[in-house]
């Protein structure tokens, strides 16, 4: 399947791309690190290691397509400088043929990537931001951080007054439920996420259904009946009432804890948030936008080829240019990236056209230097 050629190709590929990988990503950990600095300093070394090894797996991620650029710049601009493209053509071997393996390696990271903003940063992302309120609480439980605030818990909202310390309870705490004017608040003394869900003990439930008041009726015992529909109390503190949730503790952290940690949502679930007319408008806007990033993202390691590629046949002419290249094609990439995300955020663009700008431009700015290179080369 894969000639002499496709294997020296990518034998020339594969150093830069893992020390692109490994510089990178090891930057983007260490800037991400920088501004929460003062808040980690004196925490245990082996927490603080894990901390910063589970952020790796989001930094691979962002950097792959500059670690994939760096990659054909240094080995098809290395080629080109000895003539060794050129042997390869006079030997009726065309340039898109050579470039096959980069293409193949291209779809390959992007694949990876996909994979992994669907089962691997979740995770990671979950226990990024719950493990650092960990570490600048003094080993507390980031929960706290929720104490007194309105929860979205899968159609529910969720409310407790305090954490306990010792126990890592949530104390005195209000779950609601709207469905249509029927409302479901449960009441209870403590809760705790589990494996199993919201186990909430010593609770009260009710039922109300507040269309029920309009309605007429014969007296006011039975208007009382007919808006509480149903009320139930523990008969037992130790036997809890068991919510069904998905999103564990380490989720909601990450997500509610206004840390300015990555999303914990897999890119299923995000692009069910972005069609979920129940959400207001803004929250749908913010899920589309965030599910097209976990999309353009990963597809930039193949987009960015078509610049690469043409870059490395013209210019990349010594190690020192294709490293400058490199980054200028990221930088230009990233910019468009990031301004369209806010266009597209604010309203002011299609959500897809803002995400995807950067892959546009890219795109037709690499179409454009193959044409470019081939009509030099026919002269």
């Known amino acids: 399947m894969f000639s002499r050629l496709d294997r020296y190709l990518f034998r020339e590929a594969l150093p830069p791309l893992l020390f692109g ?17 003062q808040w980690i300093v004196g925490t245990p070394l082996a927490k603080l290691g894990e901390w910063l090894l589970l952020q790796l797996p ?8 500059i ?19 050129q042997a390869v053509q006079a030997g009726s071997i065309p340039i898109a043929r050579s470039a096959r393996v980069f293409v193949i390696l291209g779809l390959f990271l992007a694949s990876l990537a996909l994979s992994m903003h669907q089962y691997v940063l979740p995770r990671t ?7 650092y309120w960990e570490l600048t609480g003094g080993g507390n439980t980031g929960l706290r951080r929720l104490a007194q605030r309105n929860i979205p818990l899968e159609g529910y909202t969720l409310y407790f007054r305090r954490l306990e310390r010792n126990t890592g309870e949530m104390r005195n705490v209000r779950l609601e439920k709207w469905d249509d004017k029927l409302l479901t608040v449960v009441f209870a003394e403590r809760a705790a996420l589990t494996d199993q869900g919201l186990e909430m003990f010593g609770y009260q439930l009710n039922q109300l259904d507040l269309a029920s008041i ?12 007919n808006l ?29 804890s206004e840390g300015g940690f990555e999303d914990t949502r897999t890119l299923s679930e995000t692009y069910q948030d972005s069609q979920d007319e129940t959400l207001p408008l803004e929250e749908r806007r913010k899920a589309n936008v965030l599910f097209q990033r976990k999309l353009a993202e990963p597809f930039a390691n193949f987009t960015l080829l078509l610049v690469a590629v043409p870059l490395s046949l013209l210019y990349a002419s010594s190690r020192s240019v294709a490293f400058g290249m490199s980054l200028l094609v990221t930088l230009v990439w990233y910019l468009l990236f990031t301004v369209g995300q806010l266009f597209a955020q604010a309203g002011s663009i299609p959500v897809w056209l803002g995400v995807w700008l950067g892959n546009i431009v ?12 081939q009509r030099l080369s026919r002269k």
């Open 21 to 37: 990988l490994t510089i990178y990503s090891t930057l983007a950990v260490i800037s991400a690190t920088l501004s929460r600095l």
């Open 58 to 65: 989001s930094a691979l991620v962002q950097t792959l397509p």
């Open 67 to 85: 670690s994939l650029v760096l990659a054909v710049l240094l080995a098809f601009g290395r080629l080109a400088a000895n003539n060794e493209l």
């Open 125 to 131: 992302n979950a226990r990024v931001g719950s493990l």
């Open 214 to 225: 309009n309605k007429q009726a014969d007296s006011s015992e039975e208007q009382l009946q």
């Open 228 to 256: 509480l529909r149903q009320s139930s109390v523990a008969p037992d503190a130790d036997n809890p009432l068991v919510i069904k949730i998905s999103e564990t503790e380490d989720e909601l952290v990450a997500r509610f």
């Open 362 to 373: 890219l795109a037709a700015l690499g179409i454009y230097l193959l044409s470019f290179r």
